[in-house]
């Protein structure tokens, strides 16, 4: 049995991870989360599957966990995410170099085979380059959310080095499906288009984005650990296909035949990037096949919510 243990496994992408794990016979997944933004709801009910309450930032909580355990890969998805959960409170974001430290050390301790990092491709800032490459692209955001992936990042390669500890880092770019919280962009429009109330766009809605289906994500994560793909690398998860926000907004409304108008609010002061995306060039060859496209991907939200 390979033992697994996803931090911030109640989370949107932790829990969709777990699910696919869990479909192989041959895993078996522990989750802990401590709940601040993640849902209980979400973690997988199989007999297979274990959910601990617990904080990573705390050591005495995931030291218990991992010592008794001895997993053979960790994930380490925990962190305060979201874009305006972030920027309005730094501190909390900046503590999450404790967690970061932590399982680090106990991955060392305990026997873990490799750690599996989320980074994110807040990391990037604004692009001085497209699309952005893992390994040519300058991380130049000073926001703490990126300071702090951008750190991890560095405590990997530093425990690898120091103690042979491998790593993955994953750089995710928008990921969205049937479980993601309202705090994030597709939902966010979906859930306002399906009940015919404005969509609310900050600025003019030029910046672009791309949108990465769940599928796309736990697929080449799986194949890459079964693969033993990606030692000691970095690769982007995210659709190379870009949209600007208001085309989104558009696309929703029409798919759902929503009576939504769109509304403009003035621009985030911080954090809102202009452009955003990534050479999928790893990411595809992995998978072997093209990515979900985003009006596909959307279609599989909206049937997963109908009636």
Known sequence: MVRILITGGAGFIGSSLGE???????????VVDNLLTGDKGKVPLHPRCTFIKCDVNRLDEISAVMTANRFDYVFHYAAVVGVKRTIENPLMVLNDLEGIKNVLSLCKTTGVKRIFYSSSSEVYGEPTEMPQHEDTTPLNSRLPYAVVKNAGES??????????????????????????????????FLRLALTNKPITIYGNGTQTRTFCYINDNTDCTVRIVEDDLMINQVINIGSEVDVTILQLAE???????????????????????????????????????????????????IDSVAP
């Open 251 to 301: 696309l929703i409304i029409r798919m759902t035949g929503s009576a939504s108008k769109i509304e403009f609010l003035p621009p985030l002061s911080e954090g809102d990037m202009s452009r955003r995306q990534p050479d999928a060039t790893k990411m595809k060859a992995i998978l072997r096949r093209e990515l979900i496209g985003l009006e596909a991907g959307i279609r599989k939200i």
């Open 155 to 188: 405590f990997c390669r530093s425990y690898q080095k120091e103690f042979g500890l491998n790593y993955t880092i994953f750089r995710f770019f928008n990921t969205y499906g049937p479980k993601q919280s309202t705090d994030f962009v597709i939902s966010r």
């Open 20 to 30: 696919r794990f869990l479909k192989d016979q041959r895993y078996e997944v522990t």
